[in-house]
């Protein structure tokens, strides 16, 4: 088998998560990966310290002269995270006319989901999407949810923390 394939095989089939401490089972660690809609960051990570959950948010993190990367790499030791895809940008293919462009999350949104399942695995990964935003075609297996506006996304959510483990009483939703 060659190195590349060997590779894929690890990263995007490991049935278990790459947490450094704590067991998967019994962890409570969440990263939020946000772009730059702060409403919604805000009541997603109040969300889920509701239901007990230890949040980590990137830019509420000290940054100890370190790079993005590296703060990125510093705080990644989690069991489970949470991406919101929200229509921060617009892009299309190149040559594209203006009617053509399309909502997008932040290009720091898509390398941060994929640092994370390549880390801790997609089956640990959730992507909370706005409606019009373009999702990454490029895999399958990470959950996707809808933000919706009666909040059903709450529940869908804590159903995914249950089922990975994460200890959530599902009675405080």
Not at 86 to 98: I, L, N, Q, W
Not at 111 to 137: H, M, Q, T
Request: with cysteine; proline share 4%; aromatic share 8%.
């Amino acid at each position: 088998m060659e190195p590349l394939s060997i590779l894929k095989t690890d990263l995007w089939n490991s049935p278990s998560p790459r947490v450094a401490s704590g067991s998967p089972e019994t962890g409570s660690s969440v990263f939020l990966v946000h772009g730059h809609n702060d409403a919604l960051r805000e009541m997603t990570a109040r969300f889920m310290e509701k239901l007990g959950l230890e949040v980590v948010i990137l830019s509420e993190k000290v940054n100890s002269g370190d790079t993005i990367i590296e703060k990125l790499e510093r705080h990644s030791s989690v069991h489970f995270a949470v991406v919101l895809m929200t229509s921060d940008d617009v892009g299309a293919k190149k040559g594209a006319t203006p009617e053509g462009l399309q909502s997008r999350a932040r290009q720091n949104v898509i390398l941060e989901l994929g640092y994370f399942i390549a880390k801790i695995g997609r089956s640990r990964v959730c992507v909370l999407y706005e409606e019009d935003v373009e999702l990454p075609s490029d895999y399958y297996g990470v959950a996707y949810v809808p933000i919706d506006s009666k909040g059903a996304w709450r529940f869908a959510l804590a159903k995914e923390f249950k089922h990975r483990g994460l200890n959530v009483d599902l009675n405080k939703l």
